[in-house]
């Protein structure tokens, strides 16, 4: 009797041992099976290369279809520390692009071998962050500032800018704002000791030959909007009507491309997208998020979802002001997601190598 219950045991155990070993034979095969899984924009669960529907009326192809790309993996490349070693320091060409830390406001700076571009200007009270790279750089010059739009949080250091550091040339949309800084902006740039050459685009692009860089400024041409248009004021700075008319800078680097889209929004972003297309733009390695993250619309998730950006940053202060469906579709095509209420943000590049740091 004890030897049939202890045969009964040494059997029990093996049955017991068989059905583990067979649990992680089921395990092993579904998660080799789920390797190529991605998230979809709609926040399922698919598979690489499968199509599915986006949004209802979206743009990302016929019917509003989408095919997902394999998934990627977070960059995995060298991240320097500001102020440390630069891998690119021997490099014969070189571009450094700084997103700096102005809370919901756009303030860009780009080192390009020899020229410097800003683009934007943060708010009012960003002048000491702004004033505290240049001079940290030792920049003194500025050879092009790049408004995109007139909204405060654009705007808001311009006319102290081109009060304190030379500034050659200024690109700006074509339209009044009924606003103080606005008006504090023209003043300093119609002033004698200015010597700012102005540029107030409407329809027609400005293209930039910086040798080694090239950079593509293209402005609105929307039917709706007419030269010298006075379009918002400081009692309407939350519409977004201005938006739409933003500036929108393409920059060539060797073989790096980035994006800087102002504050676009769906009209916008969706006039621009078939002129990026005609020129062979089909590829950005970084895109600077339109409207601090807020937006949804669909032109803007399917330029994320056409462009594939291999970085995405979002210049804004807070996770909690972010859209939901952004962040979806910046996962979905694999990208390298950084914020400035993080730290700045700065993109390096010889042309060829990409390398992100934050601090």
């Not at 995995?76 to 500001?82: D, K, Q, S």
């Not at 676009?264 to 733009?281: I, K, N, S, V, Y």
């Not at 594939?308 to 996770?319: A, F, I, K, N």
């Not at 993080?342 to 060829?352: E, K, L």
Request: proline share 4%; glycine share 10%; with cysteine.
């Amino acid at each position: 009797m004890r030897n049939m219950r202890r045969s009964e045991r040494s059997g029990g155990g093996c049955s017991r041992l068989f059905l583990l070993l067979l649990i992680c034979v089921c395990a092993a095969s579904l998660l080799s099976g789920c390797s190529d899984q991605v998230l979809n924009p709609n926040g399922t669960i698919g598979t690489a290369g499968e199509t599915l529907a986006l949004v209802e009326g979206s743009d990302a192809g016929p019917g509003g279809l989408i095919t997902l790309p394999p998934v990627t993996e977070e960059p995995t490349e060298p991240v320097a520390v500001i102020g440390g070693t630069d891998p690119y320091e021997n490099a014969p060409h070189r571009m450094y692009v700084d997103f700096l830390k102005t809370g919901a406001s756009d303030c860009i700076l780009i080192r390009m071998d020899d020229k410097v571009l800003l683009v934007d200007t943060g708010e009012t009270d960003d002048y000491g962050t702004l004033r505290e790279r240049l001079d940290g750089y030792g920049i003194t010059t500025i050879d092009y500032l790049i408004l995109t739009h007139y909204d405060n949080d654009h705007i808001g250091t311009a006319w102290q800018v081109l009060t304190d550091y030379t500034v050659r040339e200024v690109y700006m949309p074509d339209y009044v704002r009924a606003s103080s800084l606005y008006r504090k902006l023209m003043e300093q740039l119609s002033s004698p000791s200015c010597g700012t050459q102005v540029h107030r685009l409407y329809a027609t692009d400005a293209e930039l030959d910086l040798g080694y860089g090239q950079v593509w400024i293209n402005a609105t041409a929307m039917a709706d909007y007419a030269p010298g248009q006075a379009i918002g004021s400081d009692e309407d700075n939350d519409v977004n009507e201005e938006n739409n008319y933003s500036l929108i800078t393409s920059i060539t680097f060797g073989s790096v491309r980035l994006l800087l889209t102002g504050d676009a929004e769906q009209d916008r972003m969706a006039e621009f997208l078939p002129l990026c297309t005609a020129r062979g733009f089909t590829a950005y390695d970084v895109i600077k998020i339109p409207h601090h993250g807020r937006s949804d619309d669909k032109a803007i998730l399917a330029a994320i979802g056409s462009l594939l950006p291999r970085y995405c940053v979002v210049c804004t202060d807070s996770e909690a002001s972010l859209s939901g469906a952004l962040v979806t579709r910046m996962k979905a095509v694999g990208a390298g997601r950084y914020y400035t209420y993080d730290g700045t943000v700065t993109f390096s590049t010889d042309g060829t190598g990409k390398t992100m740091t934050q601090a």
